[in-house]
Nanobody, 123 residues
Framework: QVQLVESGGGLVQAGGSLRLSCAAS????????MGWFRQAPGKEREYVGS???????????DYADSVKGRFTISVDNAKNTVYLQMNSLKPEDTAVYYC?????????????WGQGTQVTVSS
């Protein structure tokens, strides 16, 4: 069973930054794609971005248009952790953010999910 533990959510003013972390089980970390989704109240879950290995120690990231240029996904192999650095935050970024992992990550989701962490951006 893959375990994903998120942290780093909170309250921030518009224009500010937050970094979310997702620690994954080592057994799967090096093989899975990792990603982030979010769900705002009354809205469907939305793909934020994902990262996957492409060769030895090379990672390829992908982002939703709504966050491109503001959010960055990175990996720390030593800590089995994937990060979501969020800059220039907007009130519309307010949502519960979920880490996801699996052999593939699509806009629809993946195989394993974290518990979610709340991000609130005030105007």
């Amino acid at each position: 069973q893959v375990q994903l533990v998120e942290s780093g959510g909170g309250l921030v003013q518009a224009g500010g930054s937050l970094r979310l972390s997702c620690a994954a089980s080592q057994r799967f970390f090096n093989n899975f794609a990792m990603g982030w989704f979010r769900q705002a109240p009354g809205k469907e879950r939305e793909y934020v971005g994902s990262i996957r290995r492409s060769g030895d120690r090379v990672y390829v990231a992908d982002y939703a248009d709504s966050v491109k240029g503001r959010f960055t996904i990175s990996v720390d192999n030593a800590k089995n952790t994937v990060y979501l650095q969020m800059n220039s935050l907007k009130p519309e970024d307010t949502a519960v953010y979920y880490c996801a992992a699996g052999w593939t990550i699509t806009k629809s989701g993946s195989d394993y999910w974290g518990q979610g962490t709340q991000v609130t951006v005030s105007s």
